[in-house]
Nanobody, 123 residues
Framework: QAQLVESGGGWVQAGGSLRLSCAVS????????MAWFRQAPGKDREFVAAINRSGGSTYYPKSVKGRFTISRDNAKNTVYLQMNSLKPEDTAVYYCAAKTRGVSDISDRYDYWGQGTQVTVSS
């Protein structure tokens, strides 16, 4: 089974940037479709970004498109989330997730999850 460990969260002022990383151990990383989700207090888990196995296709909701970029390095077994122009409403715990059959924006379809990393954006 895959094990996912996120890092890179923290506190930043509005307009700033953060880069999250998710290191994946276990079976071949390149077999996994990867995604980032986030969850703010009192809210449902929200899709943030997804990437296919090669890294050639990426997907974003309107709320982050143009500000966030997902990428992966299959040689390093790591997926990244570059977050620019951060807003207070981006404050949440960010989770990376992995699945083996197709990319998806639905959290229930992902098989493996990290423990999450807190991102706090102050106004």
């Amino acid at each position: 089974q895959a094990q996912l460990v996120e890092s890179g969260g923290g506190w930043v002022q509005a307009g700033g940037s953060l880069r999250l990383s998710c290191a994946v151990s276990g079976p071949t990383f390149s077999n996994y479709y990867m995604a980032w989700f986030r969850q703010a207090p009192g809210k449902d888990r929200e899709f943030v970004a997804a990437i296919n196995r090669s890294g050639g296709s990426t997907y974003y909701p309107k709320s982050v498109k143009g500000r966030f970029t997902i990428s992966r390095d299959n040689a390093k077994n790591t997926v990244y989330l570059q977050m620019n122009s951060l807003k207070p409403e981006d404050t949440a715990v960010y989770y990376c997730a992995a699945k083996t059959r197709g990319v998806s924006d639905i959290s229930d379809r992902y098989d493996y999850w990290g423990q999450g990393t807190q991102v706090t954006v102050s106004s």
